[in-house]
């Protein structure tokens, strides 16, 4: 029997279910309606074992939709090559981020752009090119039918033979709603390697490169941000050669975390394609960039870092799958950049620990914002996991530490909570401006552990009160990134 704590999250889901109805407490606001599409590990078996790393389950989408005061719940996994191999034979056939076919060890980081590169897309969804996509941090993104969550085509993109097809696309993009486009950024490893900065504008599918940066060793990286003017790039010092990723070895042998280094901070021009900023500051670990804008001739660049890269380790099945879990946390800090000088001063915002940060997406990427919220410890605690969903005021009048408000309950432990407006700021810009940027709810996906199943939690988030929960019966395992797309509009980004 397993305990009832965080590792019912780990558990696998072994029932595909279809437009399920959940019980629902409380009052879901008359106002919600649309549906939150989820992406993440469903299981971890192969065969007669497990997967070595949280990031290597199997990909599985998950769809809460809500309509009328009522929550229908489908999950449908990922119809991928790596899939059908995993079902038919009981191995994997595609190198992942943290296991190879062969097992040897953490095995080979998946995003190195090989052909054995895995097509087991459990990252995010991304609605881009007028289809949705599950993304991962290789090129085979995967087409999936928004209505039934079936796997449509094994490959997303007609020209995945272009330049960003050929490199490892992040599996974040970003999406200006300003200038109505997509940015995305792609590791091209060689002899001389590059981040590729490419661009979608909507009504397009063809991935433009307009930027590129050399770099020679690169670096892990999982997001970026953008200002109106600028693509901004925090690169860790844990970096790789092109030769050690084609060498038969664990993963954690091709990527070294070099602090001697420091971070690796890039700004460039979204028009002129141009390395506006190419400096160091201290080393640091970022998984997610939060949000970037221009104030005073300054770029202000918010992200989630960590004092090293051991976090990536730290998230091992075996690890993570430990009652004593306690893994490192990541502290929100800015750093503001002087596009001129290259002058960086950094700050830490918010002392306690947040990860899977998100903002009102809608109105405020690329712009200046106030709020963050995101899942995290208590302040200052680095014990145990993520069990509270964190809301943190950036508003210098509010004192740096006194500014957040949390949500939790005993033994729960939330995943990334979606901000989704109360007024579409595109539906009505002009009374979408006038309202409070928190006004709206939190949408999370929580494991309930004493209870031993997962709900739907909706958050008022200028309170960070419960208004509603939709109940599901089991556990649902612990998922990474979605998307709420509201009904009867085109599809809203809470978060690229
Ligand atoms: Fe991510």
């Known amino acids: 029997m397993t305990a009832r704590d965080h590792r019912l999250g780990l558990q696998p889901a072994t029932t595909e279910y279809t437009e399920k109805p959940l019980r629902v407490e409380g009052e879901i606001p008359p106002w ?21 790393h949280w990031f290597d389950g199997l990909a599985m989408l998950r769809r809460f939709r809500i309509d009328d005061g009522e929550v229908r719940y489908t999950n449908r996994f990922l119809r991928s090559r790596q899939f059908r191999h995993v079902s038919d034979h009981g191995s994997l056939r595609l190198r992942e981020f943290g296991t190879d076919p062969k097992w040897s060890g953490l095995g080979h980081l998946r995003r190195c752009g090989t052909r054995a590169a895995t097509d087991n897309a459990s990252v995010t969804v991304v609605y881009l090119g007028g289809r949705h996509l599950a993304a991962t941090e290789t090129p085979r993104w995967t087409v999936y039918d928004p209505d039934t969550l079936r796997t449509r085509a094994p ?9 960003v097809g050929r490199a490892g696309p992040l599996a974040h993009v970003q999406y200006d709603p300003f200038r109505e486009e997509t940015v995305g950024i792609a590791t091209r490893f060689g002899l001389r390697s590059e981040y590729l900065v490419y661009r979608v504008p909507d009504g397009r599918e063809r991935r433009e490169v307009v930027a590129r940066i050399p770099i020679r060793q690169p670096g892990y990286v999982h997001s970026f941000a953008l200002t109106p003017n600028y693509v901004a790039l925090l690169v860790s010092p844990f970096r ?21 280094r420091g971070t690796r901070v890039f700004v460039v021009g979204r028009e002129s394609g141009e390395l506006a900023v190419d400096t160091r500051t201290a080393p640091c670990f970022v998984f997610h960039h939060v949000n970037a804008f ?14 090293d890269a051991s976090v990536v380790d730290a998230f091992s099945l075996d690890a993570f799958d430990s009652p004593e879990f306690s893994p490192p946390g ?15 001063v950094t700050r830490t915002l918010h002392p306690g620990h947040v990860e899977f940060p998100t903002i009102h997406y809608a ?3 690329t712009r200046p914002y106030r709020y963050v919220y995101g899942v995290g410890t208590a302040e200052r605690s680095p014990n145990g996991y993520v069990d509270r969903i964190v809301k943190i005021d950036l508003d210098e009048r509010a004192g740096r530490f006194q500014a957040s408000r949390t949500w939790t309950e005993p033994n729960v432990y939330p995943g990334e909570p979606l901000f989704v407006p109360r007024i579409s700021p595109e539906a009505d810009e002009d009374s979408a401006e006038s309202v409070a940027e928190d006004d709206g709810v939190l949408l999370s996906v929580v494991l309930d552990a004493d209870a031993e199943r997962s709900f739907l939690t909706i958050l008022d988030a200028a309170t960070m009160t419960e208004r509603a929960r939709a109940v599901f019966e089991e556990p649902i395992p612990f998922d990474f990134h979605g998307q709420f797309y509201r009904s009867g509009e085109r599809p809203t980004r809470s978060m690229a």
């Open 32 to 52: 919600l309606d649309g549906t939150l599409v989820r992406n993440g590990p469903g299981s971890f078996t192969v065969g007669d074992r497990r997967v070595n």
């Open 294 to 307: 221009e104030r005073d001739g300054a770029l202000h660049l918010d992200v989630a870092a960590f004092e």
């Open 155 to 163: 490959k997303a993109f007609e020209d995945s033979d272009d330049e």
């Open 240 to 260: 790789t050669t092109p030769l050690s990723l084609l060498r038969d070895r664990p993963f954690v042998e091709s990527y070294r975390w070099h602090p001697e």
């Open 330 to 344: 990541a502290e929100l800090r800015r750093l503001q950049v002087d596009p001129e000088t290259g002058h960086i």
């Open 363 to 365: 109105r405020h990427n």
